[in-house]
């Protein structure tokens, strides 16, 4: 992470991913965010600044993801043609 002033620039900057950032989501608490990169999906934690978990099993661009509205579960859509519900 980075951060920088909130006054119309970026707040902060989750770095680390292993290639073009296609989505993200935020969770509805704002501690987490998920990110679709490549075939994986990064779940990190804003507050601890850290990757929590990639999950791996699309084998091809993950092109969306969403978390429900209760943060319990996440949904990726991929360019392989399946949804993955996590």
């Not at 707040?11 to 296609?22: D, F, N, S, T």
């Not at 994986?40 to 929590?52: A, D, G, P, Q, T």
């Not at 993950?62 to 519900?85: E, H, M, Q």
Request: aromatic residues 12%; proline residues 2%.
């Amino acid at each position: 992470f980075s951060e920088k002033k909130a006054d119309g620039y970026t707040i902060k900057e989750l770095k680390g991913h292993c290639g073009q950032v296609y989505d993200c989501c935020m969770s509805p608490d704002g501690s987490l965010a998920l990110c679709a990169t490549g075939n994986l999906l990064y779940l990190w934690s804003i507050l601890e600044r850290r990757v929590l978990t990639r999950f791996t099993g699309h084998t091809n661009y993950v092109w969306c993801c969403a978390i429900s509205p209760d943060g319990k579960y996440a949904l990726s859509g991929s360019r392989d043609n399946t949804l993955c519900l996590w």
